[in-house]
């Protein structure tokens, strides 16, 4: 079965700076990870995905991840802070062709400070 | 831009009356999902559905749960006589392949009194 941990409930960081959000993952098969991100009173939107392509996704507004298998994370990243990025972030894993469970972290609210 | 659209955006309900939540998923995808989000919480996975059954479902969906596909375009989910645990924001989604991203409505909450 498959599982998958965001080992930040929150993080705080200044606009401009750095962003990290870390996952971890484990599955039995070959998985397919996503990020969503949902923002206050709105919908869950798609970040990014990895599907066994490129290992280092790139996806809207800056974001990339990459995938480890050695690791088994899919941290979540982007250069340069930016207000509007201040929102719930999801990891989230599929078993490709195993079973139809996709299974969500707990997220990460990331917070903007100026 | 093809969307996942979700009726009632808000409904309140009394605790033991049922409740029906509606989606339409975007129109050539196969694969259907309800997932809730109590208020503060994690997203929870419920019921996904392919191939007109249910393909896996949570603890989460018991006996008061169920879910259709009656014409080819809604999925509904039915909670057949709610509980003030129930109150949450219930997600519908739908993919078109087994490796695809799911796409998300902007989701139905459900207030229970």
């Known amino acids: 079965a498959q599982s998958v941990t965001q080992l930040d409930s929150h993080v705080s960081v200044s606009e401009g700076t750095p962003v990290l959000l870390r996952c971890n993952y484990s599955?039995?098969?070959?998985?397919?990870l996503f990020w969503y991100v949902q923002h206050p009173n709105k919908g869950l939107q798609l970040l990014l995905k990895?599907?066994?392509?490129?290992?280092l996704v790139k996806g809207i507004n800056g974001f990339e991840a990459e995938f480890k298998k050695s690791e088994t994370s899919f941290h979540l990243t982007k250069p340069s802070a930016h207000m509007s990025d201040a929102a719930e972030y999801f990891c989230v894993v599929s078993d490709r062709g195993r079973d139809d469970k996709i299974i969500f972290g707990k997220g990460t609210r990331l917070h903007i400070l100026p | 831009e093809p969307e996942v659209t979700q009726t009632p955006s808000h409904q309140v309900t009394q605790m033991g009356q049922e409740v029906i939540l509606r989606c339409v998923p975007i129109s050539n995808h196969l694969y259907f999902y309800w997932y809730r989000q109590i208020l503060g919480q994690k997203v929870e996975f419920l019921v996904s559905?392919?191939?007109?059954?249910?393909?896996?479902k949570s603890e989460i969906f018991d006996d008061q749960f169920s879910v259709e596909r009656p014409d080819g375009s809604n999925f509904t989910l039915k909670i057949r006589s709610t509980k003030l645990e129930d109150s949450a924001m219930y997600f519908c989604?739908?993919?078109?392949?087994?490796?695809?991203?799911?796409?998300f409505g902007e989701g139905s909450r459900l207030t229970v009194l």
């Open positions: 990895y599907t066994s392509a490129a290992t």
């Open positions: 599955s039995s098969y070959s998985p397919s």
């Open positions: 559905f392919y191939n007109n059954e249910i393909s896996e």
């Open positions: 989604a739908s993919r078109g392949t087994n490796t695809g991203e799911l796409f």
